[in-house]
């Protein structure tokens, strides 16, 4: 049974898993647009520039970080230090992929969980490096892992 005090919260989880999932689609309308323009193809558009190729990376990135918010809100009332260090990592993550937009969205999901459950953040931490801690991150692990991936390219894009 939910409560008043968590349907708040699941609603905001359902916004972000929404948002997250839509990014593909916005580049891929982006890219097309771009495409129509020079009278090419997507592809003939990611293969010219690199830069419109680590975007396209870049988002899709995004619809697997909402596939981590679906357990992380299933595990929220069992094990609510699970989410708030999983979406402290993936905050870090968007930081290193520079989505501003995302890390205000992450930032604001972490808020609400850690107010909505009266955690902080240091005791989540704490309590998840006792239990399994790469376990509970793995997910983000990679995604942190793809957004150095993009960041490496998009510091060597902008080197030339």
């Known amino acids: 049974m939910m409560n008043v005090r968590t349907s708040g919260l699941d609603r905001y989880y359902n916004i972000a898993k929404v948002l997250l999932c839509l990014t593909p689609f916005v580049c ?4 097309s647009m771009g495409a129509a323009r020079t ?3 997507i592809s003939m558009a990611i293969g010219e520039d690199p830069k419109l190729a680590v975007m396209f990376l870049v988002s899709m990135i995004n619809p697997f970080i909402a596939y981590l918010l679906i357990f992380m809100q299933k595990r929220l009332a069992l094990d ?3 989410a708030a260090v999983n979406l402290s990592l993936l905050i870090a993550a968007q930081m290193l992929l520079q989505n501003v937009w995302y890390i205000l969205l992450l930032g604001f999901l972490l808020y609400k969980t850690l107010k909505t459950y009266g955690i902080t ?3 989540a931490f704490k309590k998840e490096w006792n239990n399994k801690f790469l376990g509970t991150v ?3 692990l990679v995604v942190m892992a793809l957004a150095g991936i993009c960041l490496f ?3 060597r ?4």
Do not use: N, P, Q
Request: charged share 10%; aromatic share 8%.
């Open 28 to 31: 891929l309308a982006y890219l």
């Open 39 to 41: 009278g090419g193809s």
């Open 80 to 82: 609510a230090g699970y």
């Open 121 to 123: 953040l240091r005791e």
């Open 138 to 140: 793995s997910g983000s």
């Open 153 to 155: 390219a998009t510091v």
């Open 157 to 160: 894009i902008a080197m030339h």
